[in-house]
T-cell receptor, first 113, second 116 residues
Framework: SQKIEQNSEALNIQEGKTATLTCNYT??????LQWYRQDPGRGPVFLLL?????KEKRKERLKVTFDTTLKQSLFHITASQPADSATYLC????????????FGTGTRLQVTL | DAGVIQSPRHEVTEMGQEVTLRCKPI?????LFWYRQTMMRGLELLIY????????DSGMPEDRFSAKMPNASFSTLKIQPSEPRDSAVYFC??????????????FGPGTRLLVL
């Protein structure tokens, strides 16, 4: 069966360090993968999208990698700040359109001073 | 644009009652999605529409759940009768074809439903 796995344990890091979050999937061949941020009591907010033919995508302090051989995406936040504390969700879609995203359960990131 | 609008933001009801959740997507978006989020199961897609037509309702848990989209600017998700296990946060999201960011979804603030 299809499965998306994110580390369910919270990730605690110190301000200024790089946070790395992992998204592993099985039995999917996604056309692209997306990362969303969710703050408590709010809906997810889109951060980055990476396509199957892209290895890496950057946006300001954010970097996403996509390894279709390993079936894994890594999400990096460099120079992390307490304001980066949130839950981060990865989502896969195999149809190449905006339809039917399947979300991972998310990893909670806590950045401390 | 005000973003995706959902109402009510909170709903407390008793088992057996009908619950109606409402959503106004971003103007110009032609996809609308309903999700449910719980601690146990995470964020699950219930149903989505394209140009007001239901495309995939395979995530709807059972016949007690129904969704409609009578026009491009309004959708409802109805639970009748409600049960305690329906307690969750329900999100509506929309996305557009041919627009900037077409492959991303924009989520509303959610409706927190508690069925007693």
């Amino acid at each position: 069966s299809q499965k998306i796995e994110q580390n369910s344990e919270a990730l605690n890091i110190q301000e200024g360090k790089t946070a790395t979050l992992t998204c592993n999937y099985t039995n999917y061949s996604p056309a692209y993968l997306q990362w969303y941020r969710q703050d408590p009591g709010r809906g997810p907010v889109f951060l980055l999208l990476i396509r199957e033919n892209e290895k890496e995508k950057r946006k300001e302090r954010l970097k996403v990698t996509f390894d279709t051989t390993l079936k894994q995406s890594l999400f990096h936040i460099t120079a992390s700040q307490p304001a980066d504390s949130a839950t981060y969700l990865c989502a896969l879609d195999t149809t190449g359109t905006a339809s039917k995203l399947t979300f991972g359960t998310g990893t909670r990131l806590q950045v401390t001073l | 644009d005000a973003g995706v609008i959902q109402s009510p933001r909170h709903e407390v009801t008793e088992m057996g009652q009908e619950v109606t959740l409402r959503c106004k997507p971003i103007s110009g978006h032609d996809y609308l999605f309903w999700y449910r989020q719980t601690m146990m199961r995470g964020l699950e897609l219930l149903i989505y529409f394209n140009n007001n037509v239901p495309i995939d309702d395979s995530g709807m848990p059972e016949d007690r759940f129904s969704a409609k989209m009578p026009n491009a600017s309004f959708s409802t998700l109805k639970i009748q009768p409600s049960e305690p296990r329906d307690s969750a946060v329900y999100f509506c999201a929309s996305s557009g074809t041919g627009l900037a960011g077409e492959e991303t979804q924009y989520f509303g603030p959610g409706t927190r439903l508690l069925v007693l």
